[in-house]
């Protein structure tokens, strides 16, 4: 081996240091991760058990109000990639306390979210003036750039899951937002107005759709249930999904937001799901029943409240020990949107 040859790491290094001073740097030391031969995100599996958390909640409820935090919300971090307020690369995750007399005062920002209200009743949403009342297991919208405010005149907390695209809009650079300046939106439709006029297989004959998003901005539980319930009586079980319905904007059958897709499911008693991957990483959030979540080797038990996400391309399969509820979101479709979305349907 000649000298010069044997010198090569060397004199690699003293390249990549001259070639730094002008802000360049060598492909071929990253180039296996920048195009990996498959998704290797640095997010992983977690779950958040809600009976660990809600005591923390209630406890951050006594250090500060709802009004000065404008969202007291503990934030559920990925452990892959903490400090960056994200439950997959895409996607944010916190949990949300409002007790008794408390607002969230009005504002409105490009991201959009969704709740998925996981304990208490009677507390309200409003969105673009009209207020959506939270039951546990309701699903409620607020849009990009809608404005929002949360109220609760009942005698109990209520807590509830958020879900936003803040990581995806902060990648792309296009994030705004506006406070309103007072604590609740003036109300111009009666609760149930944008249900009656977009929800009901009828539409008004002059609908114009504003924005990508469903006009429909409350998807309360006990329809979602029956539905589920319904299917569950006469429907085949997938093997991958069990009985697995999508959150739909109902002008369009596209998902409910331009940047969120969500489903639910009933996972009957006893029912093993079969091995299955995508590429979307998801966020699940039980209502009811208890089981377990196999990802990849890992298990993870759940029951009522808990949370857990999967990340893209992991193989994962559910047990349900009884009959269990399952919410869930992610950013396919944004992936479809794009062209990028695959999934895997395993046989085992
Ligand atoms: C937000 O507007 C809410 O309106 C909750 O309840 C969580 C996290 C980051 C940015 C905006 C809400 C949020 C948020």
Redesign the pocket.
């Known amino acids: 081996m000649s000298s010069s040859t044997s010198n090569v790491p060397g004199q690699r290094e003293d390249f990549y240091a001259r070639i730094d001073a002008y802000n360049a740097a060598p492909l071929w030391e990253v180039l296996d991760d920048l195009v990996p031969a498959q998704p290797r995100g640095r997010c992983i599996a977690a779950l958040w058990r809600y009976a660990q958390l809600r005591p923390f909640l209630l406890e951050s409820g006594a250090l500060i109000s709802a009004r000065e935090a ?2 007291r ?1 503990l934030v559920l971090e990925n452990p892959g990639c903490r400090g960056e ?1 994200r439950i997959t690369s895409s996607l ?1 995750a ?1 949990l ?1 306390l409002l007790l008794p007399g408390e607002v ?1 005062p009005s ?1 409105r ?1 490009s ?1 959009s ?1 969704l ?1 998925f209200v996981l304990e208490g009743s009677g507390a309200f ?1 409003a969105v673009d003036g009209e207020r959506a009342t939270m039951h546990p297991g309701d699903m409620i919208l ?1 849009p990009s750039w809608t404005w ?3 109220g609760s005149e009942v005698d109990e907390p209520v807590i509830w899951l ?1 879900g ?1 695209d ?1 990581p995806l809009v902060q990648f792309l650079d296009c994030g705004f ?1 506006e406070q309103l300046g007072e604590d609740a939106q003036s109300l111009t439709r009666p609760e149930g107005d944008a249900y009656a006029r977009y929800g009901s297989n009828l539409l008004p004959v002059n609908y114009q759709a504003r924005g990508l998003h469903s006009p429909v901005f409350s998807y309360p539980y006990a329809r979602s249930r029956e539905v589920l319930e319904t299917l569950s009586r006469t429907d085949a079980i997938d093997p991958h999904h069990g009985v697995c319905v999508k959150y739909i904007n109902p002008t369009t059958g596209a998902s409910v937001l331009p940047t969120i897709s969500c489903d639910i499911r009933l996972l009957p008693g006893g029912l093993h799901t079969r091995s299955y991957r995508a590429t979307d990483a998801r966020v699940f959030a039980v209502v009811e029943g208890h089981g377990r979540t196999r990802i990849g080797e890992q298990s993870f038990e759940w029951g009522p409240r808990d949370i857990f996400v999967v990340p893209s391309w992991v193989p994962h399969r559910h047990e349900a020990d009884s009959d269990a509820v399952l919410f869930s979101y992610s950013d396919k479709v944004v992936q479809e949107k794009l062209g990028l979305w695959r999934e895997h349907c395993g046989t085992d």
């Open positions: 404008q969202r919300v307020a944010y916190g949300q969230a504002h920002h991201q979210a709740r949403t607020t929002h405010d949360h958020d936003l803040i937002c």
